[in-house]
């Protein structure tokens, strides 16, 4: 399946049992929502879904159920973060053959090294298959920064990179990578609280979080800052940044999977070493849910 990386790509969470295992209902239930409210495509196994507390198998099993989920409606893309490059290697090949359209290729886990190794790691995972890849770029979480220059070298290597997501808060960044690389490759805003910035900075999608409870919102944030009708972008971000705030936190795996329970979504369980919200950590999160659903904008008020 060809993939048009522009729009909402929800990264999307992993439900839980209370036990730990994998809740496979509630994550094809939680696919199909995404999907019929307008995104674009998934991404499973990334930092969101847990992909460092899932086991190789769990990652294939979390593919596998949300390409049967979607049934071809949208491309499924798969986080591929390993704490070698043999395991991440083995990883995208075996993503390949469960249905993944597209790989999202991440630095490896708890090594931050120079470019040389780093290079040599990102080209072993994109010559593993012929699928295209969206390079993550989060020097904040994984220590590792991909320059404009080294990116740009990546895509003169490799055909199928095709994709950057960008997390580095910097909206100036968008600009150098995408002088580096001209149209060559599409660019992803990767941090909720910085969408509309990016977009204006030239932004083709989004890679969203808070999308996991709000999808209607995230879609219509995202195609009314794309159609350029600033008063209803600025009225709708200016609702939506305290949620999108819960994204950029040590904690955004919690608060947003906290959020989508209260809303009667996927459950909140969340594996170790992450642990349940504390009391105070719950209230302050409740106080900025309940406002946000008391100020809520009618769907007609919010469309493009």
Same mark, same amino acid.
Request: proline share 7%; net charge positive; glycine share 6%.
């Given at each position: 399946?060809?993939?048009?990386?522009?729009?909402?790509?929800?990264?999307?969470?992993?439900?839980?049992?209370?036990?730990?295992?994998?809740?496979?209902? =509630? /994550? *094809? #239930?939680? %696919?199909?929502?995404?999907?019929?409210? +307008?995104?674009?495509?998934l991404i499973c196994s990334g930092s969101l879904g847990e992909s460092a507390t899932l086991s190789f198998e769990e990652k294939l099993t979390v593919l596998r159920t949300c390409v049967r989920a979607v049934r071809g409606r949208a491309p499924v893309v798969i986080g591929i973060?390993?704490?070698?490059?043999?395991?991440?290697? =083995? /990883? *995208? #090949?075996? %993503?390949?053959?469960?249905?993944?359209? +597209?790989?999202?290729?991440?630095?490896?886990?708890?090594y931050s090294t120079d470019w040389t190794e780093m290079k040599a790691h990102v080209a072993a995972v994109l010559r593993a298959t012929r699928l295209p890849c969206l390079l993550y770029n989060?020097?904040?979480?994984?220590?590792?920064?991909?320059?404009?220059?080294?990116?740009?070298?990546?895509? *003169?290597?490799?055909?199928?990179l095709t994709a950057v997501k960008e997390s580095t808060g910097d909206s100036r960044r968008l600009t150098a990578i995408r002088a580096a690389v001209g149209s060559r490759l599409a660019l992803l805003v990767g941090m909720d609280d910085a969408i509309v910035e990016g977009i204006r900075n030239g932004a083709d999608?989004?890679?969203?979080?808070?999308?996991?409870?709000?999808?209607?919102?995230?879609v219509a944030l995202f195609e009314t800052a794309v159609s350029g009708n600033r008063i209803r972008t600025e009225t709708l971000y200016h609702w939506f940044l305290p949620l999108l705030r819960l994204d950029t936190v040590p904690k955004f795996v919690q608060y947003i999977k906290w959020v989508q329970s209260e809303l009667g979504g996927c459950p909140a369980n969340v594996r170790p070493?992450?642990?349940?919200?504390?009391?105070?950590?719950?209230?302050?999160?409740?106080?900025?849910?309940?406002?946000?659903l008391r100020t809520r904008l009618p769907r007609e008020s919010i469309s493009p």
């Amino acid at each position: 399946m060809t993939i048009h990386w522009t729009g909402v790509f929800p990264a999307i969470t992993t439900p839980l049992r209370p036990s730990g295992a994998l809740h496979l209902p =509630a /994550l *094809a #239930r939680h %696919a199909r929502w995404m999907i019929d409210s +307008g995104c674009r495509g998934l991404i499973c196994s990334g930092s969101l879904g847990e992909s460092a507390t899932l086991s190789f198998e769990e990652k294939l099993t979390v593919l596998r159920t949300c390409v049967r989920a979607v049934r071809g409606r949208a491309p499924v893309v798969i986080g591929i973060a390993a704490l070698s490059t043999a395991e991440a290697v =083995a /990883l *995208a #090949r075996a %993503a390949a053959q469960a249905g993944a359209a +597209g790989l999202m290729v991440l630095p490896p886990y708890a090594y931050s090294t120079d470019w040389t190794e780093m290079k040599a790691h990102v080209a072993a995972v994109l010559r593993a298959t012929r699928l295209p890849c969206l390079l993550y770029n989060n020097p904040l979480a994984y220590k590792t920064d991909f320059l404009p220059d080294q990116i740009a070298e990546l895509a *003169a290597d490799h055909p199928n990179l095709t994709a950057v997501k960008e997390s580095t808060g910097d909206s100036r960044r968008l600009t150098a990578i995408r002088a580096a690389v001209g149209s060559r490759l599409a660019l992803l805003v990767g941090m909720d609280d910085a969408i509309v910035e990016g977009i204006r900075n030239g932004a083709d999608g989004w890679v969203a979080g808070l999308v996991n409870a709000f999808p209607i919102e995230s879609v219509a944030l995202f195609e009314t800052a794309v159609s350029g009708n600033r008063i209803r972008t600025e009225t709708l971000y200016h609702w939506f940044l305290p949620l999108l705030r819960l994204d950029t936190v040590p904690k955004f795996v919690q608060y947003i999977k906290w959020v989508q329970s209260e809303l009667g979504g996927c459950p909140a369980n969340v594996r170790p070493p992450r642990l349940a919200l504390t009391p105070a950590e719950i209230a302050s999160a409740q106080a900025i849910l309940s406002t946000a659903l008391r100020t809520r904008l009618p769907r007609e008020s919010i469309s493009p």
